[in-house]
């Protein structure tokens, strides 16, 4: 069946509207769905994973610094693992591991602590030599390496699967997916929000979640409602397929400078943040910033280098002040609810974040302790002062 229906209205009422389609809305939607929650419009303005959901490969690891992003990532790349029997999808996970390399001591340094972290909360990542690194992944060059970080269980899956995967299943359960539909307003009244409208018509709600990705900003300036979450473009490309084929190596990171490479199918699949990439919602894809990886390539991975690609893709990164994600109920709106602003990490995370918007939404103690991750924690402390009481 598909997961994804064009409607000419949407429904009048809903207990849960959930805006955006991407993994996050539909984790959501699946999740309170498989709770018992049946009256569920996910609102979606173009086709399911349209937006950063649709990248071609994305990393799950738990392999983070601090425990609640380790936390999220470890209970996600579980979920994923049992993702053939709940919801019921082969997701092409490939559990090749993750292989950060460090170029110099302080990186190592700082690894270590995270390792120690890691493996305390049953994260069985160490810290290997270089040789170690070159055996993990034959491309690598040790000059110029310190050490490198392996976690065997982290790796890869195909974002696009896992967003229908968990669409059919909540389409199964009774929720709408009301695709190609644009959300234009949201109604409050007091301290809750009343009505979401679309293009399509309006939604009289219980619950609003917003899972916009990278317009979510915009989302929360409808109801009133600071979401500090920035576009900025991303990267990546593919070579040619490889004769003979490439090894099956980890998801292989280059610290000091974000590039990566991994297997793709038939070859791999290179990419890199650009420190320079301004802000703004272009998804153009331009191979002139391949240079920047080559260049790195030629240091840490020279047969890369030389490698020929054969196109590529670009999408958004949904960016927060401090690259941690943005989860929680709204202080001012307490039915409006939020996920966003992942950093490049939403993926790897959806499994979990969708448990905490579903006990969130039935008033139930979340896995973990979400504060940390509230939007208001951007406030300037003036904003925050209590007023001062007039004696």
């Known amino acids: 069946m598909s997961s994804s229906s064009t409607f000419r209205s949407v429904p009048p009422t809903a207990d849960v509207v959930i ?4 993994v996050m809305g539909v984790s959501a939607a699946f999740h309170l769905a498989e709770a018992g929650v049946t009256d569920i419009v ?7 994973a349209c937006g950063s959901s649709g990248k071609p490969i994305g990393g799950v690891r738990a392999q983070f610094s601090d425990p609640l992003n380790i936390e999220l990532g470890g209970r996600s790349l579980r979920a994923y693992e049992n993702f053939p029997h709940r919801p019921g999808a082969d997701i092409r996970l490939d559990t090749v591991g993750y292989l950060f390399l ?26 290997v030599t270089p040789d170690d690194a070159r055996a993990l992944c034959p491309y690598v060059d040790t000059e110029g390496l310190v050490a490198a970080v392996h976690s065997p269980t982290d790796g890869h899956a195909r974002p696009v699967l896992v967003v229908h995967g968990y669409a059919d299943a909540a389409a199964r359960a009774g929720a709408t997916l009301a695709t190609h539909t644009t959300v234009t307003g949201i109604d409050t009244a007091g301290d809750r929000v009343t009505t979401v409208h679309t293009d399509r018509g309006r939604i009289a709600c219980s619950t609003v979640i917003c899972t916009a990705g990278a317009w979510s900003g915009q ?26 084929p490439a090894p099956r190596i980890p998801f292989t990171i280059d610290f000091a400078s974000s590039a990566y490479f991994h ?41 890369l280098a030389d490698m020929t690609t054969v196109g590529g893709w670009a999408g958004l990164y949904e960016v927060t002040p401090d690259h941690n994600a943005l989860i929680g109920r709204s202080g001012e709106l307490v039915n409006f609810l939020y996920a ?37 924690r951007f406030r300037s402390a003036a904003a925050t002062r209590p007023e001062a009481h007039v004696v």
């Open 263 to 303: 297997n793709s199918d038939d070859g791999l699949l290179f990419g890199l943040a650009d420190p320079r990439q301004p802000e703004g919602f272009d998804t153009t894809w331009t191979p002139e910033w391949l240079d920047l990886f080559r260049a790195v390539a030629r240091q840490r991975a020279p047969e």
């Open 102 to 127: 460090l170029t110099n001591d302080g990186q190592a340094a700082d690894f270590e602590v995270s390792v120690r972290t890691q493996n305390a909360l049953g994260v069985p990542s160490r810290m």
């Open 219 to 244: 989302i929360g300036d409808m109801a009133g409602i600071d979401l500090p979450v920035r576009p900025v473009r991303r990267q990546l490309a593919f070579t040619e397929p490889l004769t003979p």
């Open 340 to 376: 966003t602003g992942f950093s490049g990490h939403g993926f790897l995370q959806a499994p979990a974040v969708g448990e905490i918007l579903r006990d969130l939404h039935l008033e139930r103690e979340p896995f973990t302790d979400i504060s940390p991750l509230g939007a208001d």
């Open 19 to 22: 805006i955006g389609g991407g």
């Open 42 to 48: 996910v609102v979606e303005r173009g086709d399911l």
